[in-house]
Each structure stands twice: as structure tokens, then as C-alpha cells.
């Protein structure tokens, strides 16, 4: 994350004394020097709320993820219900995309890599996307 | 960033928003707070939280990280299993 040049942050309803603590004890067991990144403690799940995960009756944040862009402007959003963890790898996708799409103006069409081709919006393109991009390359 | 005093609590806002001054004393506010305001296309809603980083804890403001490329990972609990 740090080549992309990406800040992460973690944010569950925990404590920031739990988030020592898990840290301390398995975090760090599971990958070499513990997450290297702000775990943030939203109490009472009011940010969580404000971002549309804050599940009340269980009293925790679901497990949301966002990107943000440099303007500041959510990119990026999925939310999952607890029993399926995440794909870091569509994530990482993602952030390439959106990091080309900021500094280019070209969109990325499905199942984007970097290599792969771009499209380059505009009215010449409507009718002629055909000519640009196949379907087969999402496989 | 000046270092707190480590005390049990530490006072950070939470979200951030701009309530007009009209409805701040008003019962609205509190619903106006409880809104999703998060959409993908929009500003992200800024926040400051308390947090525990390298070693330490500390106050950590979004929009501190304003013109840098953010990801903000919300999951249910510590010690939990997936």
C-alpha cells in the first residue's frame, strides 16, 4: 500500500486499548511488526453512522471499505455483511484504476490491469467502444 | 502533533460535519448526525478519532490526509475471526 503511496486506516468501534492489545498479542504474530497502520476507535459507531455501516443492534461497524481520492472525494465503496472477509487484491485494482483515471481522464473498462488498454471518453467513442475493447479480455 | 496526557479518555469529536448555525441547538441536529452522508462521487464526511499507531495513541483528523490517496477499512471487532 505504501508503494502506491496510500494511507490506510482501520476503524472499529473498539477502544484504542483493544486495538493495542490485538495488535500485541495476534496482529503481530500474523504479520511481521503488527498492521502498520492507525487502528481508530469509533466509539459508539458515530462515524460508522455517517458512513452507512454502523449496524445498531449488534453495536459494531459492518465491514465497510472506502477510497478516498487527493480532492477528498469517495471513489469507492463496498460493504460486506461480517461472514466474508475482504479481497485485497480487487482493492489494490482499484486504487490503480482510480489513481490512473485521476491523473489521466481515460476510463478503465472491466477487469482493468494496468497493461491493459484504457478508453478515452468522448463523443467519437459512443457506438465505438467495439473497436477499442473486447469482452473476452474480462476473462 | 502535540503529545496528550494519557488519561483513560480522550476526548476526540467523531464525525465532523456542517450543521448550520440555526439547527444546531435544535433536536434536527441530532438527526441531521445520524444521516449516511457517505456516497461514492461525494466529499467524504471528515472525522477525528482517537487511535492507537505505532506504539502510541494519538488523534487522527482525515482530513489531516487530504490530497493523498486514503483507504478507511471499518470491520466489526478486534479478536473477531475473519
Redesign the interface.
Known amino acids: 500500500?505504501q508503494s502506491?503511496?496510500?494511507?490506510?486506516?482501520?476503524?472499529?468501534?473498539?477502544s484504542?486499548?483493544?486495538?493495542?492489545?490485538?495488535?500485541e498479542t495476534?496482529l503481530s504474530k500474523m504479520v511481521e511488526g503488527g498492521v502498520p497502520?492507525?487502528?481508530?476507535?469509533?466509539?459508539?459507531g458515530?462515524?460508522?453512522?455517517?458512513?452507512?455501516?454502523y449496524d445498531e443492534a449488534?453495536g459494531?461497524?459492518?465491514?465497510?471499505?472506502?477510497?478516498?481520492?487527493?480532492?477528498?472525494?469517495?471513489?469507492?465503496?463496498e460493504v460486506m455483511t461480517?461472514?466474508?472477509?475482504?479481497n485485497v487484491n480487487e482493492?489494490i485494482r482499484q486504487?490503480k484504476a482510480?489513481?490512473h483515471v485521476f491523473a489521466t481522464g481515460e476510463v478503465t473498462p472491466a477487469a482493468w490491469e494496468p497493461g491493459k488498454p484504457t478508453l478515452k471518453p468522448g463523443p467519437d467513442l459512443a457506438g465505438n467502444v467495439w473497436k477499442e475493447w473486447k469482452p473476452e479480455e474480462q476473462v | 502533533m502535540s503529545e496528550q496526557a494519557e488519561g483513560c479518555v480522550t476526548p476526540s469529536t467523531g464525525p465532523i460535519l456542517d450543521i448550520p448555525e440555526t439547527l444546531e441547538a435544535s433536536p434536527v441536529a441530532e438527526k441531521e448526525v445520524s444521516m449516511t452522508l457517505a456516497r461514492v462521487g461525494e466529499p467524504a464526511p471528515d472525522f477525528e478519532l482517537s487511535a492507537f499507531h505505532e506504539g502510541g495513541f494519538k488523534n487522527v483528523k482525515l482530513s489531516d490526509y487530504k490530497g493523498k490517496w486514503i483507504v478507511v477499512c471499518f470491520y466489526p471487532g478486534d479478536f473477531t475471526f475473519v
Not at chain 1, 458515530?46 to 455501516?53: A, E, I
Not at chain 1, 459494531?60 to 465503496?77: H, T, Y
Not at chain 1, 461480517?82 to 475482504?86: I, K, L
Open positions: 500500500m502506491l503511496g496510500v494511507e490506510v486506516f482501520a476503524i472499529s468501534v473498539d484504542r486499548f483493544s486495538h493495542k492489545i490485538w495488535q495476534e497502520f492507525p487502528m481508530l476507535s469509533d466509539a459508539g458515530k462515524v460508522g453512522t455517517v458512513y452507512g455501516v449488534g459494531v461497524d459492518i465491514r465497510g471499505r472506502f477510497l478516498i481520492d487527493p480532492d477528498f472525494n469517495i471513489r469507492a465503496m461480517p461472514e466474508v472477509g475482504r482493492l486504487i482510480f489513481q
